[in-house]
């Protein structure tokens, strides 16, 4: 256990990181010591103490509390969206591997309208056309992610279409389907876990900016990304209801990026390799 913790450094880091984000949330009706809904007219922007670790916001809720509660909602958007963008995305880019002409042709060059637009201003496009909810949040950051994931395997399938074993499942007889099912998608299953992974810590980064921008989920449900909007207008006077959120939302990038660093380092036959010199 101690070897593979000092040989994937980064991995391990981000993924104790990621636990202790995600423990803090599930967590968060027995760590929370308030209502994050509760609001208290006679405790209004108190300042840290005993009683509020955080102080209170504008409307006299406890700030440490909605912080424990708005990262369920935050990581669950995250990580749906992450996943379901690396879904969609393996099945766009295999069929356009498998189909050159004009398949390949229309998927790719719809991959690169999408690609065309930088993802945090497509994402508030399709967040302002849909409204605030949970599902066009959701849409809003796959649909965003989906080009990534898409080119990067029509790319592999690219690769691994001269290769010996796939020829030969090719003169065996063997579909286009079972090809890709049972000769090519298994040969890219480290690609594909490394990019769940940053196209999660991306969701992560869109979907805060989302609610910072004002579109994200409707209050008062609370979430990083809108605590951070609420805080950032007492950023002078109480700059912990800004920074709290803040600080969260940048563990959370970071630990999907040593996630994806350490699995890439994990999958790396280099690394491998050096793993083995070193015994």
């Given amino acids: 256990m101690l070897d593979f913790v000092w040989a994937y450094p980064r991995l391990t880091c981000g993924t104790a990181l990621l636990a202790l984000l995600v423990l803090m949330s599930v967590l968060a009706p027995v760590l929370a010591p308030y209502d994050p809904l509760q609001n208290n007219p006679n405790a209004t922007l108190l300042p840290p103490s005993g009683e509020h670790w955080l102080g209170t916001d504008l409307l006299g809720r406890d700030v440490w509390s909605r912080v424990l509660y708005g990262g369920k909602d935050t990581l669950y958007i995250a990580v749906l969206s992450g996943v379901s963008a690396t879904v969609i995305g393996v099945i766009?880019?295999?069929?356009?591997?498998?189909?050159?002409?004009?398949?390949?042709?229309?998927?790719?060059?719809?991959?690169e309208s999408v690609l065309a637009f930088p993802s945090l201003i497509l994402a508030l496009a399709i967040s302002?056309?849909?409204?605030?909810?949970?599902?066009?949040?959701?849409?809003?950051?796959?649909?965003?992610?989906?080009?990534?994931?898409?080119?990067l395997v029509r790319g592999e399938v690219r690769a691994l279409a001269n290769r010996k074993f796939v020829d030969s499942a090719r003169v065996s007889g063997a579909s286009s389907t079972?090809?890709?099912?049972r000769h090519e998608l298994p040969?890219?299953?480290?690609?594909?876990?490394?990019?769940?992974?940053l196209d999660t810590g991306q969701a992560i980064f869109i979907?805060?900016?989302?609610?910072?921008l004002g579109l994200g989920l409707p209050p008062p449900a609370p979430n990083?990304?809108?605590?951070?909007?609420?805080?950032?207008?007492?950023?002078?006077?109480?700059?912990?209801?800004?920074?709290?959120?803040?600080?969260?939302?940048?563990?959370?990038?970071?630990?999907?990026?040593?996630?994806?660093?350490?699995?890439?380092?994990?999958?790396?036959?280099?690394?491998l390799s050096r793993q083995r010199i070193r015994r």
Avoid at 134 to 140: E, G, K, Y
Avoid at 144 to 150: E, G
Avoid at 187 to 197: D, G, P, R, S
């Fill in 92 to 111: 766009l880019g295999l069929i356009a591997g498998q189909r050159p002409g004009a398949v390949d042709t229309v998927i790719m060059r719809a991959m």
């Fill in 128 to 151: 302002f056309a849909l409204g605030s909810s949970f599902t066009s949040i959701l849409i809003a950051v796959t649909v965003s992610s989906i080009p990534r994931t898409a080119m």
């Fill in 178 to 181: 079972r090809i890709m099912m």
């Fill in 187 to 197: 040969n890219m299953t480290e690609i594909i876990t490394v990019q769940v992974a």
């Fill in 207 to 212: 979907s805060a900016s989302l609610a910072f």
């Fill in 224 to 271: 990083w990304g809108g605590l951070l909007k609420d805080g950032y207008v007492f950023l002078a006077n109480a700059p912990l209801q800004c920074l709290a959120p803040g600080a969260l939302i940048f563990l959370a990038l970071l630990a999907f990026n040593l996630i994806g660093d350490g699995l890439r380092d994990y999958f790396d036959p280099r690394t």
